[in-house]
């Protein structure tokens, strides 16, 4: 997620789908006890990579905004 609001806009679907698949699999090992990806997904509090991007975009864009009202 490093640096996404300048990457994140750019990716295709399948980039996204390889990114997210690196994902599940480190889950997989980090979790060796969980029966599925969801589950280990849902303890380990994660949100869907697009999900996690936007919401470091919208961050970014409130303190911009707030820089330009405050001058």
């Not at 006890?33 to 849902?42: I, L, P, T």
């Not at 999900?51 to 919208?58: G, N, Q, V």
Request: one cysteine or more; glycine letters at 2%.
């Amino acid at each position: 997620e490093y640096a996404c609001v300048v990457w994140h806009c750019e990716l295709t679907k399948f980039q996204y789908s390889d990114i997210e698949t690196v994902q599940i699999r480190c889950l997989k090992i980090t979790f060796l006890h969980m029966s599925s990806y969801v589950e280990a997904f849902k303890i380990a509090g994660l949100k869907r990579l697009d999900d996690r991007c936007e919401a470091l975009e919208r961050s970014l864009f409130n303190k911009v905004k707030m820089q330009v009202i405050i001058k």
